[in-house]
C-alpha cells in the first residue's frame, strides 16, 4: 500500500524532464550560453568567460526551474563536428539555436546548418528558439533583421521563436528559456516522446 502511494506521489509531484540541444555554427557562443543558462539558474556555477574554450564533442548541463528539469546538450559547431548532431535529435524535446548576430559573414553558414536541422525527420515538431546572441556589441542585426535574412521556409506549424539576447550578459535568456518550456509543455512531440520512454522501460 506504501509502494503504491510514494509511487503515486512521486508521479504526480516529479518533475518533467526535458532535453534541449543547443546548435549553431563555430563561435556563435553555444558553450557561453551553456555556461550562462548554469550562471542564472545554479547562482553562479558556470565557468567564467576566460575559461570557455570551443566544444569538442558534448557539453551537458542541468538545471531546475520551477517545476521542471533541463537537460542541455551542447553539440560543438565546426563543420566537421555537424555530422554528429543527428545522433542527439531523437531524444531531444527542443532545440535552441545560437546565432553570432553581430558576425554577418556567418550568416549563411548559419542559415544552411539551421535549414538542415529543420528537416531532419528526427526533430519533427520540435519546438526551436533561435537565439540571437551578441546583441552587446554594437555590429549586431535586430531580431527582426537577422529573422529576414535567414528568410524560413521548413518552419510550417513548428513552434519558433526569436530572441535577441546576450549570452555574455545574460540578456533575453530567461525570457527564451521561459517560451521554450512552455512550449514544451503543450508539445505533442514531449508526448510523443513519453510514450516512447515508458514503452522501452517495459520491454
Known amino acids: 500500500m506504501f509502494s503504491l502511494f510514494y509511487g503515486l506521489w512521486n508521479h504526480v509531484f516529479s518533475k518533467a524532464e526535458f532535453h534541449v540541444l543547443i546548435l549553431g555554427v563555430h563561435k556563435a557562443g553555444k558553450t557561453t550560453l551553456l555556461e ?3 550562471s542564472i539558474y545554479l547562482k553562479g556555477e558556470g565557468l567564467p568567460h ?3 574554450v570551443p566544444t569538442v564533442g558534448l557539453n551537458i548541463g542541468r538545471i531546475e526551474d520551477a517545476n521542471v528539469k533541463l537537460v542541455f546538450w551542447d553539440l560543438g559547431g565546426q563543420p566537421g563536428l555537424r555530422t ?3 545522433k542527439y535529435y531523437e531524444e531531444a524535446h ?10 554577418a559573414s556567418s550568416f549563411e553558414d548559419a542559415k544552411s546548418a539551421l535549414e538542415k536541422v529543420l528537416r531532419h525527420e528526427d526533430l519533427q515538431g520540435a519546438p526551436i528558439l ?4 551578441k546583441q552587446d556589441s554594437p555590429a549586431a542585426v535586430s531580431e527582426e533583421e537577422l529573422a529576414r535574412h535567414l528568410h524560413l521556409k521548413e518552419l510550417d506549424e513548428r513552434p519558433c521563436m ?3 539576447g546576450s549570452a555574455f550578459d545574460g540578456t533575453g535568456i530567461k525570457h527564451g528559456v521561459d517560451w521554450l518550456v512552455e512550449e ?3 508539445s505533442k512531440r514531449t508526448e510523443l516522446l513519453r510514450v516512447r520512454t515508458e514503452a522501452a522501460g517495459k520491454i
Open 94 to 103: 527542443a532545440v535552441i539555436y545560437v546565432i553570432d548576430s553581430a558576425s
Open 130 to 133: 533561435i537565439f540571437a546572441n
Open 84 to 86: 554528429i548532431w543527428e
Open 162 to 164: 526569436f530572441q535577441a
Open 184 to 186: 514544451m509543455e503543450r
Open 50 to 52: 576566460d575559461r570557455i
Open 36 to 38: 550562462k543558462l548554469k
